[in-house]
T-cell receptor, first 115, second 114 residues
Framework: GAGVSQSPRYKVAKRGQDVALRCDPI?????LFWYQQALGQGPEFLTY????????KSGLPSDRFFAERPEGSVSTLKIQRTQKEDSAVYLC?????????????FGPGTRLTVL | AQSVTQLGSHVSVSEGALVLLRCNYS??????LFWYVQYPNQGLQLLLK??????LVKGINGFEAEFKKSETSFHLTKPSAHMSDAAEYFC????????????FGAGTRLFVKA
């Protein structure tokens, strides 16, 4: 079966541009997580959705970051007015049930480079 | 607030030797604990998890980890390393009482020498 997919796999943006990163979770998975992974670091939590509800957005670094999952499946992470420090790999993960106890299935990530 | 520390950003072992990757956590109550592995050019995948059942947890590919509350540790071990174990390993902690935020360690890269 299909795993978690993310698009685009690579994105180059000029500073100040807006970007949108897409995540297609495994069909039927309730939970969806977004992470930011800087080079040489572990994934850093950004936000969590349970179905269409965004239950935790405490990790979003600024109000330039916005995430949505309007129908409880596909999710989009939007970054407005990108800055160089936004350069990182953005990971999406989904989980079959609600809450943080279950295994998370990760996508391959989107590598964002801001010039 | 929860946190996780992985001791050693790089670990090198010989093929057939014991693998020991260290993870210590900080949490006011025992959390859920995970080990994930990332092979080159692949996404993270779960090795094993502790969710307050048995303290010795067995995972895939011969790995296991032991939850020690007194030491706030969740070290990952494998009796005999294979070349195919070379990868990046991440320890992670999630809240067991409310909340959804999973915290990952900085990772330990395992090198296996022939």
């Amino acid at each position: 079966g299909a795993g978690v997919s993310q698009s685009p796999r690579y994105k180059v943006a000029k500073r100040g541009q807006d970007v949108a990163l897409r995540c297609d979770p495994i069909s039927g998975h309730v939970s969806l997580f977004w992470y930011q992974q800087a080079l040489g670091q572990g994934p850093e939590f950004l936000t969590y959705f349970q179905n269409e509800a965004q239950l935790d957005k405490s990790g979003l670094p600024s109000d330039r970051f916005f995430a949505e999952r309007p129908e409880g499946s596909v999710s989009t992470l939007k970054i407005q007015r990108t800055q160089k420090e936004d350069s990182a790999v953005y990971l999406c993960a989904s989980s079959p049930a609600g809450g943080p106890v279950n295994e998370q299935f990760f996508g391959p990530g989107t590598r964002l480079t801001v010039l | 607030a929860q946190s996780v520390t992985q001791l050693g950003s790089h670990v090198s072992v010989s093929e057939g030797a014991l693998v020991l990757l260290r993870c210590n956590y900080s949490s006011s109550v025992p959390p859920y604990l995970f080990w994930y592995v990332q092979y080159p050019n692949q996404g993270l995948q779960l090795l094993l998890k502790y969710t307050s059942a048995a303290t010795l947890v067995k995972g895939i590919n011969g790995f296991e980890a032991e939850f020690k509350k007194s030491e706030t540790s969740f070290h990952l071990t494998k009796p005999s390393a294979h070349m195919s174990d070379a990868a990046e390993y991440f320890c992670a902690v999630s809240p067991s009482t409310g909340g959804f935020k999973t915290i990952f360690g900085a990772g330990t890269r395992l090198f296996v020498k022939a």
